[in-house]
């Protein structure tokens, strides 16, 4: 982690202002632009949407003063003119040359309304941002996250839900933020399992563009205090966030290093020293690679502003890689899992792509990287890349997939009692396994591939030979039933692809499986 000795600036007007509190900056992956969130501004957007037409056009009274409820609703105190309101809340655009605000633009609707706004994150898309709240064409708002993109023409899209299981907050509202790629997001909740008031946890993108129910970070990220304004590097292995935890002066800015694949082990925080904190509250940590500088607001002067540091951390240089996964012969795009391995790295990781066929992942140069593509009912397709020092960003690298005639109701799992090679349902293992001989009579061009997996439960060496003797038992069967040994291989990946949490016994009984990829002898 490196700093420099150079002053804390203020950044000056018209992006703070004297008498505002100017909170939430967001800096978008280019440096150019940083969303902000001004409140209790007299000139907040007045879009009140009643049955889909705004009563600030009908009757201003009327509409303030249902404003004035809805904000009493929120936590406000009674008889607060909704200018005044700390739930009067606008996003704001900055254009930044340097580091340094060269114009404000106040966004109209769809972006602002009457009710709170707030950017939370910003996502590989430089013009892409995830807001606060869901919000209804016809009017109204619920608790949640929605996306919203600037058009070329300078318009923004109405915002639209990003559907996250069981999200969920006892405190009065949460802050979040996302990877470089969107596929996963860290938020800060107060749940029944936290620790403190609010703790961080972390959520991943499904097949299907929701995203799971929230995992708490268990080590020591977590206090019994208050964690929230997470943010991350664009490598996504650095966590900035605020806490008051033991040893803060208020909420202070503290930082922590991922120590492996997993988004679940983080080094023990620690606490960015002054000029970054101090005896007042500092939150909302953004760190912007490009231009070199750490954005977070303060009130050490009074109200909250927003404040820049020359700041910098050691990072690998990594560039975004777009792919496309398609039906080999009709050039359809395919819903499909895109595993990504950097061996030399020991990176590994599975991408759920939607029905699109569009991916999206960041990866280190100078790296030979492996890409498979994985969808039943088509032979597997894999491709090797060299990520060298000129690779062209704008390429799209391509996943053809062939399809295999399989018989409708295939299935490809065979699941496993806790730590054993007992299997859960005999009668329909063999019944998949039957299914499989069929299909690969049908096309002696498929090679099966025999997958172990197992939970985290136990050390890592013994869970890679459990696996392995499942797949073993799996192959056995098969050949048993009349396949060809040739054409069924095995693999073993012990607890390296889980397919869910590990929290819960329940979630952690889909991991105790085996599965059937198929590929094509060519």
Same mark, same amino acid.
């Given at each position: 982690?490196?700093?420099?000795?150079?002053?804390?600036?203020?950044?000056?007007?018209?992006?703070?202002?004297?008498?505002?509190?100017?909170?939430?900056?967001?800096?978008?992956?280019?440096?150019?632009?940083?969303?902000?969130?001004?409140?209790?501004?007299?000139?907040?957007?007045?879009?009140?949407?009643?049955?889909?037409?705004?009563?600030?056009?009908?009757?201003?009274?009327?509409? &303030? $003063? /249902?404003?004035?409820?809805?904000?009493?609703?929120?936590?406000?105190?009674?008889?607060?003119?909704?200018?005044?309101?700390?739930? !009067?809340?606008?996003?704001?655009?900055?254009?930044?040359?340097?580091?340094?605000?060269? +114009?404000?633009?106040?966004?109209?609707?769809?972006?602002?309304?009457?009710?709170?706004?707030?950017?939370?994150?910003?996502?590989?898309?430089?013009?892409?941002?995830?807001?606060? !709240?869901?919000?209804?064409?016809?009017?109204?708002?619920?608790?949640?996250?929605?996306?919203?993109?600037?058009? $070329? *023409?300078?318009?923004?899209?109405? =915002? @639209?839900?990003?559907?996250?299981?069981?999200?969920?907050?006892?405190?009065?509202?949460?802050?979040?933020?996302? !990877?470089?790629?969107?596929?996963?997001?860290?938020?800060?909740?107060?749940?029944?399992?936290?620790?403190? %008031?609010?703790?961080?946890?972390?959520?991943?993108?499904?097949?299907?563009?929701?995203?799971?129910?929230?995992?708490?970070?268990?080590?020591?990220?977590?206090?019994?205090?208050?964690?929230?304004?997470?943010?991350?590097?664009?490598?996504?292995?650095?966590?900035?966030?605020?806490?008051?935890?033991?040893?803060?002066?208020?909420?202070?800015?503290?930082?922590?290093?991922?120590?492996? %694949?997993?988004?679940?082990?983080?080094?023990?925080?620690?606490?960015?020293?002054?000029?970054?904190?101090?005896?007042?509250?500092?939150?909302?940590?953004?760190?912007?690679?490009? !231009?070199?500088?750490?954005?977070?607001?303060?009130?050490?002067?009074?109200?909250?502003?927003?404040?820049?540091?020359?700041?910098?951390?050691?990072? &690998?240089?990594?560039?975004?890689? +777009?792919?496309?996964?398609?039906?080999?012969?009709?050039?359809?795009?395919?819903?499909?899992?895109?595993?990504?391995?950097?061996?030399?790295?020991?990176?590994?990781?599975?991408?759920?792509?939607?029905?699109?066929?569009?991916?999206?992942?960041?990866?280190?140069?100078?790296?030979?990287?492996?890409?498979?593509?994985?969808?039943?009912?088509?032979? $597997? +397709?894999?491709?090797?890349?060299?990520?060298? @020092?000129?690779?062209?960003?704008?390429?799209?690298?391509?996943?053809?997939?062939?399809?295999?005639?399989?018989?409708?109701?295939?299935?490809?799992?065979?699941?496993? &009692?806790?730590?054993?090679?007992?299997?859960?349902?005999?009668?329909?293992?063999?019944?998949?396994? &039957?299914?499989?001989?069929?299909?690969?009579?049908?096309?002696?061009?498929?090679?099966?591939?025999?997958?172990?997996?197992?939970?985290?439960?136990?050390?890592?060496?013994?869970?890679? *030979?459990?696996?392995?003797?499942?797949?073993?038992?799996?192959?056995?069967?098969?050949?048993?039933?009349?396949?060809?040994?040739?054409? /069924?291989?095995?693999?073993?990946?012990?607890?390296?692809? =889980?397919?869910?949490?590990?929290?819960?016994?329940?979630?952690? $009984?889909? *991991?105790?499986?085996?599965?059937?990829?198929?590929?094509?002898?060519?």
């Amino acid at each position: 982690m490196q700093s420099h000795a150079q002053e804390l600036v203020k950044l000056p007007a018209p992006l703070n202002t004297d008498d505002k509190d100017e909170i939430l900056p967001v800096i978008n992956q280019t440096g150019d632009i940083l969303m902000f969130t001004r409140v209790a501004a007299k000139d907040y957007e007045r879009v009140l949407l009643v049955n889909g037409e705004n009563l600030f056009d009908q009757d201003e009274k009327l509409a &303030e $003063s /249902i404003l004035r409820d809805i904000y009493t609703d929120l936590g406000e105190s009674k008889n607060i003119h909704p200018s005044n309101s700390v739930f !009067n809340q606008d996003i704001l655009e900055a254009r930044i040359q340097g580091g340094n605000p060269v +114009s404000v633009n106040h966004p109209a609707y769809p972006l602002n309304n009457a009710l709170p706004n707030s950017v939370l994150a910003t996502i590989s898309d430089q013009d892409t941002y995830i807001v606060n !709240n869901i919000y209804y064409r016809s009017g109204g708002m619920d608790e949640g996250i929605s996306m919203v993109r600037k058009g $070329s *023409n300078g318009h923004w899209t109405f =915002p @639209q839900p990003i559907k996250v299981e069981d999200l969920k907050t006892a405190s009065s509202g949460f802050s979040m933020c996302s !990877n470089r790629d969107g596929s996963v997001f860290i938020f800060s909740l107060d749940r029944k399992d936290s620790k403190g %008031e609010t703790d961080l946890y972390v959520s991943f993108k499904q097949s299907d563009g929701s995203y799971s129910k929230p995992y708490q970070i268990k080590n020591w990220v977590n206090t019994m205090y208050r964690e929230t304004n997470p943010t991350l590097s664009k490598d996504g292995r650095t966590l900035f966030f605020s806490s008051n935890r033991v040893g803060s002066q208020g909420m202070d800015i503290y930082y922590s290093k991922r120590t492996s %694949e997993s988004w679940m082990e983080w080094t023990s925080p620690e606490k960015l020293e002054h000029p970054v904190n101090s005896v007042g509250d500092e939150s909302q940590p953004q760190f912007d690679e490009t !231009n070199g500088y750490l954005y977070f607001s303060s009130n050490r002067a009074g109200s909250m502003d927003i404040y820049k540091y020359p700041f910098g951390i050691d990072e &690998e240089i990594r560039i975004d890689l +777009s792919g496309l996964v398609t039906e080999l012969h009709s050039g359809r795009p395919l819903k499909a899992m895109v595993r990504v391995e950097v061996e030399e790295k020991g990176f590994a990781r599975t991408i759920a792509v939607n029905s699109s066929g569009k991916f999206l992942v960041d990866i280190p140069i100078g790296q030979r990287v492996r890409f498979t593509a994985e969808k039943h009912g088509y032979f $597997s +397709s894999t491709r090797e890349v060299y990520i060298g @020092q000129s690779y062209d960003e704008t390429k799209v690298l391509s996943l053809g997939l062939s399809k295999v005639k399989l018989e409708k109701g295939t299935e490809n799992q065979v699941f496993f &009692e806790q730590s054993s090679l007992e299997i859960i349902d005999q009668a329909s293992a063999a019944f998949k396994v &039957e299914d499989f001989i069929k299909q690969m009579k049908k096309n002696p061009r498929m090679i099966l591939v025999v997958e172990g997996h197992t939970d985290n439960m136990g050390q890592w060496t013994n869970l890679l *030979n459990l696996s392995k003797d499942r797949a073993k038992l799996v192959r056995g069967m098969l050949i048993e039933a009349g396949a060809n040994p040739i054409r /069924i291989q095995i693999a073993a990946y012990g607890a390296d692809r =889980p397919i869910a949490s590990n929290e819960t016994e329940k979630s952690r $009984s889909k *991991n105790r499986r085996v599965t059937f990829t198929i590929k094509e002898n060519k």
